[in-house]
Each structure stands twice: as structure tokens, then as C-alpha cells.
């Protein structure tokens, strides 16, 4: 404030020549309107006038200058604010913050009295007053014990504040600024992306749709790769209905071996539910030959490849296999046979 006041004193020592002849506009500031202006009253003491109160009489003067609207002990009248208490309570839900409990200096307190207090008749104290008036604040919140107690120019700096270390630098520059201005990814930042829930099992989904979701998710995990923006469609093929139905017919050279439908079960061989796109020797509770279950080990699995393979000649394919069938022949029975496996493996 005082450098401001010299910074415009200056100014105006400046202007006064270009001014004075053209408009008359500007003069000095008076030092007794400088001081008027130059009363803020700083944390260091800065800016404290010489004077002194004491409790006591800051009590007679709280009662008649404040207590009708600060409540005598401070304690407030009606929603007029509260001065004193509330100590210990800033980190609950309700903080009742108070000249005790949350003001970090009582500089500021006497800066603030002087300069705002009493409503509408603000800086009408006498330096003596605002000491004494200070002085009973720190009375009413316990800070001192005695109404003998004065509070002076000389041991105002001593007065201890609750929340004293409770404000500290704005420290944003440093702490905050390089978290906000590192350089963030903004494309292609992840190299897979998981579909970890499913509108249906969320809920989300209309009933009957949910139900063909559901559905279609058991057949094949659906994988999204963000970095080609490739998607693997889902294994949901249309089946060709001549092949099905050629197959079918082909099915009985296997049926008395093997069992397809809601109620198959192993028979000489394995059922073939969902054989097609399983790994080998994969049926539960049946005892396959050692060699289905080594070549399994090795990642045998029954695509078009390698059921074409084995059902042409199984003991060539797999030497030692327990299938004793001697083979399918045409290239269109093959075709039609693993068409059936598949309607049987959606
Ligand atoms: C007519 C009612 C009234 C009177 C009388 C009055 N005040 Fe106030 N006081 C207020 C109001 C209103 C505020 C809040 C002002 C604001 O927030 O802008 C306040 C705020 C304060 C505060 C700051 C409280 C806080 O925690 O924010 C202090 C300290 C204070 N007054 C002291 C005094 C003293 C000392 C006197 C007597 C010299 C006094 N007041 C007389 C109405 C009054
Ligand atoms: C005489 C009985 C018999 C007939 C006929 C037969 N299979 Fe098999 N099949 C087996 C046996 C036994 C196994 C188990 C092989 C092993 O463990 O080595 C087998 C295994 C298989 C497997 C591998 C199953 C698995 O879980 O890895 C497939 C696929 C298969 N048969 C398809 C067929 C098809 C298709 C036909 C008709 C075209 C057929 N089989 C005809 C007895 C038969």
C-alpha cells in the first residue's frame, strides 16, 4: 500500500507540469490523507500503531459498540456472525470457523476491526479501543485468562493464533502446473482394448436382443484392436443348408460310434457337440487313445484342415488312434460332414 502511495505521489509530481496549465486536474496527496488511507496492519506487525487496552476494558466497549449484534461473549446474535469457538472443528463436516479457530493472524483481526467494525460506523475507533477490543476476542476464545491481561504494540506479535499454520503459499505453480502441462496420449494410447461387461449383463439391453447377445458371446470372444482398428468378427457363420442336410446323411456312417444333440453322449467314440474349433480330446469322461491325447498336448485342434485330414484316413492322420473307420472318400461328403459338425458346434 505505502509503495503504491508513492508510486502515484510520483506520478502525480510528474503530471503536475502537463496538467496544471491545461486542466488543473491533480494535487499532492496530504500526508494526513496518505495515513487515512495507509491502515492495513500486516502479519509482521507492519503497520501497528503505538497503543494499548485491556480486557477489561475492551469488555465495556464490546458491550456497547458490538454485543447487540456479536452476542456478549461473542457467541453471535441470530445469524450475525460468531467471533469466538469453534476450536478443533475445521476438518468436521460443519467447521465453525471463527476469529479463534480459523483466522491464521491477529493482525488481521485488528486490521479488520479498525478498518470494517462497528458495522456502519467502521474506523470511528481510537487505537486504544481496537487494542482493548482485541484483547477481549482473545479473552472470549480462551487464548487469554485474565480481563487484567493488556494487549499493546509491544506484545501483539506474541499472542498465539490456533490455525496460525493453516494457510500456507500458493504453491499451484509448482505443484499443480506440471501435472496439467505434460504432454498426455490422445490417440491410439492403448494397445488392446478389453470388453470387460456386456450391455446385457449390465441390463441395459432390450430383453429379446439381450438373449441373442448372451448367445452370441459364448460362441466367440469379440476382440477389438484399437492400433489397426481391426475387429475379429464374431465365428457366427451361415451355415449352407444343402451341406447340413447332405451331412446328415453322411452322419449315420458315424452314428453308431458318435452321438450329436441336446442328448448325446459318448458312445465307442466321443459326442461331437461342439467339436468343430475345439481343441482334440477335449470331451469329458471319455478315454481317449494315447495318441489323440499326445497330439492334443501338441495343439491339435479340429478346423477344416484337420478334420478333412482325419476323416479322409484316420489312422494315417493320427497313427494309433482307437477310431476304427476306414474313411470318407469325396471331396463333397467331407465338405457336407463338416458342415453338419458345425451346426452342431454353434
Ligand atoms: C450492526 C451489526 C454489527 C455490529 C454492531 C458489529 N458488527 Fe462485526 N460484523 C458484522 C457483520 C455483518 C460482519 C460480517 C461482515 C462481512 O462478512 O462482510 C461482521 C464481522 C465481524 C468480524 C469478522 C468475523 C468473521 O469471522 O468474519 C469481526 C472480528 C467483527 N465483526 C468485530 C466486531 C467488533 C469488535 C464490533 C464492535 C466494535 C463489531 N464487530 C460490531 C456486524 C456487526
Ligand atoms: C467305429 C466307431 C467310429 C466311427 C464309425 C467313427 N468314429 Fe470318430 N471316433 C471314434 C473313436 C473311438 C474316437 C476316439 C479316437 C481316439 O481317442 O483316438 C473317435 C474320435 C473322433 C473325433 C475326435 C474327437 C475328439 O474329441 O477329439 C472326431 C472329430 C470324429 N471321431 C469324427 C467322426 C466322424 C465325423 C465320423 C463319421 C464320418 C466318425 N468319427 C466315425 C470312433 C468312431
Not at 441470530?78 to 480459523?102: C, E, F, M, N
Not at 486504544?128 to 480481563?147: F, G, M, Q
Not at 506474541?158 to 494457510?167: A, K, L, R, T
Request: charged share 25%; proline share 4%; hydrophobic share 40%.
Amino acid at each position: 500500500m505505502l509503495k503504491f502511495l508513492k508510486l502515484t505521489a510520483t506520478i502525480c509530481i510528474m503530471s503536475v507540469p502537463i496538467y496544471a496549465d491545461t486542466a488543473s486536474l491533480g494535487r499532492l496527496a496530504t500526508s494526513a490523507e496518505v495515513n487515512a488511507w495507509n491502515i492495513d496492519v500486516r502479519p509482521d506487525g507492519l503497520g501497528l500503531p503505538v497503543g494499548s487496552g485491556s480486557v477489561a476494558e475492551g469488555e465495556e466497549i464490546f458491550v456497547e459498540k458490538c454485543a447487540a449484534c456479536h452476542g456478549d461473549f461473542g457467541e453471535a446474535v441470530d445469524r450475525w456472525p460468531v467471533l469466538a469457538g469453534g476450536q478443533g472443528t475445521l476438518t468436521d463436516d460443519r467447521p465453525v470457523k471463527t476469529v479463534g479457530s480459523y483466522w491464521p493472524y491477529l493482525s488481521t483481526v485488528y486490521d479488520y476491526v479498525y478498518r470494517a467494525m462497528p458495522f456502519g460506523n467502521a474506523q470511528s475507533l481510537s487505537p486504544d479501543e481496537v487494542y482493548a477490543l482485541v484483547a477481549y476476542i482473545l479473552y472470549v476464545n480462551d487464548t487469554v485468562d485474565d480481563e487484567a491481561f493488556i494487549l499493546s504494540n509491544n506484545n501483539f506479535l506474541d499472542m498465539p493464533q490456533e490455525n496460525s499454520e493453516g494457510f500456507f503459499m500458493d504453491d499451484r505453480a509448482t505443484v499443480e502446473y506440471p501435472i496439467f502441462t505434460r504432454n498426455v496420449c490422445m490417440n491410439n494410447c492403448k494397445k488392446t482394448a478389453e470388453i470387460i461387461l456386456r450391455a446385457a449383463v449390465i441390463d441395459v439391453t432390450p430383453e429379446e436382443t439381450a438373449a441373442k447377445v448372451i448367445e452370441a458371446k459364448t460362441k466367440s470372444e469379440i476382440e477389438i484392436n484399437l492400433d489397426d482398428e481391426l475387429i475379429e468378427e464374431p465365428i457366427i457363420e451361415v451355415l449352407n443348408q444343402e451341406l447340413v442336410t447332405a451331412g446328415t446323411k453322411i452322419f449315420k456312417k458315424c452314428k453308431a460310434c458318435h452321438k450329436v444333440g441336446e442328448k448325446a453322449k459318448n458312445g465307442t467314440g466321443p459326442s461331437l457337440n461342439g467339436i468343430y474349433l475345439a481343441d482334440g480330446a477335449q470331451v469329458e469322461k471319455y478315454k481317449y487313445s494315447k495318441a489323440l491325447r499326445s497330439a492334443s498336448e501338441s495343439g491339435l485342434v479340429w478346423d477344416d484342415l484337420t478334420l478333412r485330414a482325419f476323416l479322409t484316413k484316420p489312422k494315417k492322420f493320427l497313427k494309433g488312434t482307437k477310431m476304427s473307420f476306414s474313411g470318407l472318400k469325396k471331396e463333397k461328403d467331407l465338405d457336407a460332414i463338416i458342415e453338419f459338425l458345425k451346426l452342431y458346434s454353434q
